[in-house]
């Protein structure tokens, strides 16, 4: 960038923490200058905005700052009624960017909420999520865990442990484990926010999809984690194989000293289709190239009509193409196997 673009983009970041242009603005602002090689100021008059004009974030606070004053004259200092405004109040100064005064507000409505309510209220609870938040955001990480533990225990105790709201703490307190390096126990509250999520929202549900998605990166950043996992634990995982089933299965593997997989194909609990990516995902969890948790879930979908690749980018997933020369050997034999049972019989 040339230093007089340099010099618009400090500008417009100062008018924005200021709260005296919006997000739109700006933008709009600083390729109208670049273009025109023109002043910022000159660029805000062309397009019809100058900086003394009030932003819509500033009229919501102003108008917000007119009703926690009006309401303070009605109820005074400590009804619930000025909690909720304060609790809004924040909400606008977070949108903002003013974390300060944001968290002033957040702490004024838990306050009030906590000597009308008790210590263990959800409302107390809701305070302190988002104090926890601003925390968080601050790198203020020691406060931020005291604060989330507190709020799990409230929620669970209202709750019961399998609730959204407590997936939703979990989530929170694995986010701020993965901000200090604190990896593995992120992932554990990861996987048992997901476990919650699956249980009272169902396999589908948005907030399922994009909880994989961030564990896919995550995994990721961690590099690769090798597991052992046997094809029938998979299976059963994965909701295409009950667990009575594989019991079956396996005791006619033995008598027949036949691979399980092929007996699962021979009794009709599994078509070859289905076991194919299966094995799939047996191979690249021992390569280290995908962690089962994903793995299990893309074959859910395997299940249902999806291939194993578009399973996997479903949920944010992309590992390098599938370079293991004993995955290559295994698809290459699947063919001659399906070929050949298609041809004699099993």
């Not at 909720?84 to 409505?109: D, S, T, V």
């Not at 194909?265 to 599994?270: A, P, Q, T």
Request: include cysteine; charged fraction near 25%.
């Amino acid at each position: 960038v040339t230093s007089e673009d340099l010099e618009a983009v400090l500008q417009v970041q100062n008018k924005l923490e200021e709260g005296s242009i919006g997000e739109s603005q700006a933008v709009e602002a600083l390729r109208t200058s670049s273009r025109h090689r023109i002043s910022l100021d000159e660029a805000l008059a062309r397009i019809g905005r100058n900086t003394t004009e009030t932003s819509p974030g500033e009229l919501v606070l102003q108008q917000l700052a007119a009703e926690l004053q009006q309401a303070e004259k009605l109820h005074g200092p400590q009804n619930r009624e000025i909690a909720n405004i304060c609790l809004k109040l924040g909400e606008a100064f977070f949108r903002n960017g003013n974390l300060p005064l944001a968290e002033q507000h957040y702490r004024r409505a838990l306050q009030i909420f906590e000597k009308s309510l008790g210590q263990r209220n959800l409302k107390v609870a809701s305070c302190l999520s988002k104090i926890g938040e601003l925390s968080t955001l601050q790198q203020k990480f020691a406060e931020a865990e005291t604060i989330y533990w507190r709020v799990l225990d409230i929620t669970q105790s209202a709750w019961g442990t399998d609730h959204p709201d407590v997936a939703h703490c979990q989530n929170a307190l694995a986010q701020l484990f993965e901000a200090q390096g604190r990896l593995k126990e992120a992932e554990q509250f990861y996987l048992s926010a997901l476990r919650i999520m699956e249980k009272v929202g169902g396999s589908d549900h948005p907030e399922i999809i994009d909880t994989l998605r961030h564990l896919a990166s995550f995994w990721l950043r961690q590099g690769k984690k090798p597991e052992r996992k046997r094809l029938g634990d998979l299976l059963v995982e994965s909701d295409i194989l009950s667990q009575e089933q594989l019991q079956h299965a396996l005791q006619q593997s033995l008598l027949s000293s036949a691979p399980l997989g092929q007996t699962l194909v021979r009794l009709n609990y599994l078509t070859e289709m289905q076991l194919r990516p299966a094995l799939q995902a047996q191979l690249l969890i021992g390569d280290g190239v995908l962690p089962s948790p994903i793995a299990s879930r893309a074959l859910r979908l395997t299940a249902a009509g999806q291939s194993f690749d578009e399973a996997l980018r479903n949920f944010g997933w992309e590992p390098d193409r599938f370079t293991s020369q004993e995955l290559r050997t295994l698809i290459a034999a699947a063919e001659h196997l399906m070929t050949a049972e298609v041809a004699l019989g099993f």
